[in-house]
């Protein structure tokens, strides 16, 4: 869905890519599952490098709709919509 926002009025905003949350609950699950059959635990790389960032536009009147390129599509803010 095309959002009302200017495709051509952004600001641009550094993320991190990292799913920290993510990866905290695989390593969880991983060492009770460990654990429950007799394993030690894995050692886990705790990373004291910043996790790499990426670009993003955000639209300053529409912060929620999101900044899209598709090949063959019109670029542009608009909303993810799933339909049926």
């Known amino acids: ?3 009302s926002a200017n495709k051509n009025g952004y600001d641009i ?3 991190a890519q990292k799913p920290v949350q993510y990866l905290e609950e695989l390593n969880s699950a991983i060492d009770a599952d460990r654990l429950a059959h007799g394993k030690k635990p894995l050692s886990h790389q705790d990373d004291d490098e910043e996790p790499p960032t990426k670009e993003i536009k955000i ?3 529409d912060p929620d709709a999101g900044y899209m390129v598709r090949d063959g599509k019109p670029t542009g803010f608009f909303y993810l919509d799933h339909r049926t």
């Open 13 to 15: 905003h550094q993320v």
């Open 59 to 61: 639209s300053p009147v």
């Open 1 to 3: 869905l095309k959002a």
